[in-house]
Nanobody, 126 residues
């Protein structure tokens, strides 16, 4: 019932920046928290950042604190992930996801999300 499309990935040099977008369809978008996750080859999917439905509450994985910023524009049904000071270890496929109803702050657990996008590749060269 909810369709998510990530965009904005690409190849960037270490120290550079990218902004990922997650465009969502569905009338429940504005009342759901959104999370960003990433998965590198051979590794499990890991939490990156999340934002509450209101945009007031955000939290981040320790590995990206101070470098990444999550935001949302509910009028556009879009969530963003601004990634600065990128490192080679940030290389992964990045996914956005819509949190299950009843939570709201943005869980770090993938199973707490109902819908997922197709992912967008981020590659950071050294």
């Amino acid at each position: 019932q909810v369709h998510l499309v990530e965009s904005g990935g690409g190849l960037v040099q270490a120290g550079g920046s990218l902004r990922l977008s997650c465009a969502a369809s569905g009338r429940t978008f504005r009342s759901r928290a959104i999370g960003w996750f990433r998965q590198a080859p051979g590794k499990e999917r890991e939490f990156v950042a999340a934002i509450s439905w209101s945009g007031v509450n955000t939290h981040y994985a320790d590995s990206v604190k101070g470098r990444f910023t999550i935001s949302r524009d509910n009028a556009k049904n879009t969530v963003y992930l601004q990634m600065n000071s990128l490192k080679p270890e940030d290389t992964a496929v990045y996914y956005c996801a819509v949190e299950q109803i009843g939570y709201g702050l943005g869980s770090t657990i993938p199973s707490m999300y109902d819908y997922w996008g197709q992912g967008t590749q981020v590659t950071v060269s050294s």
